[in-house]
């Protein structure tokens, strides 16, 4: 398999991501669903109007995703090469109808059976994050920093 088809499947088939925010100028973390667009390569996330993550990206909307494999049972190497994805970029708030017509709202539907219910809530919004930068570790000894508008350029990181 290719390092873009395992970076893929690692986009398309993980469930949540965790999302680096500033909160008041100190960085936190949550987990949130997430659902991916290509062509350019774009992140939705559903989030509350309670979550202090939303506030944090109301007011600064620089965040980052990280996407990683669960570590292997078993396996005690496997916590220091788990195949993981790190995003900066921009977030951006979403009307419903604009994430009904960029298609995200389907794609949060068909991933997610408890859609439903959240959409249904109306504190919850949705809010892109545009990725300007990334990094690709495949593996143990594996990185690669990611460019272009799908992320999708790859320059292999060795050893200084």
């Known amino acids: 398999m290719s390092v873009l088809e395992q970076l893929n499947m690692l986009l398309d088939g993980q ?4 999302l680096a925010v500033l909160e008041q100028g100190s960085p936190a973390v949550s987990l949130v669903p ?3 667009q ?3 390569l774009r992140f939705a996330i559903v989030i509350s109007d309670l979550s202090a993550h939303t506030q944090a990206l109301r007011a600064d909307p620089r965040a980052a995703l990280l996407i990683h494999e669960p570590p292997t049972p078993g396996d ?3 916590n220091h090469a788990l195949p993981r994805v790190m995003v900066s970029g921009e977030a951006q708030f979403l009307s419903r109808e604009e994430a009904q017509a960029q298609g995200f709202e389907a794609l949060y539907r068909a ?16 809010c892109q994050i545009i990725p300007k930068a990334g990094s690709f570790i495949q593996g143990f000894g594996q990185a690669f920093r990611l460019r272009g508008p799908n992320l999708d350029q790859l320059e292999h990181l060795g050893r200084a």
Do not use: T
């Open 15 to 18: 469930p949540v991501a965790s």
């Open 34 to 36: 997430f659902v991916v």
């Open 38 to 40: 290509r062509d350019p």
């Open 76 to 78: 005690p190497r496997s």
């Open 111 to 126: 991933k997610y059976e408890i859609a439903e219910m959240i959409l249904g809530l109306a504190d919850f919004h949705f």
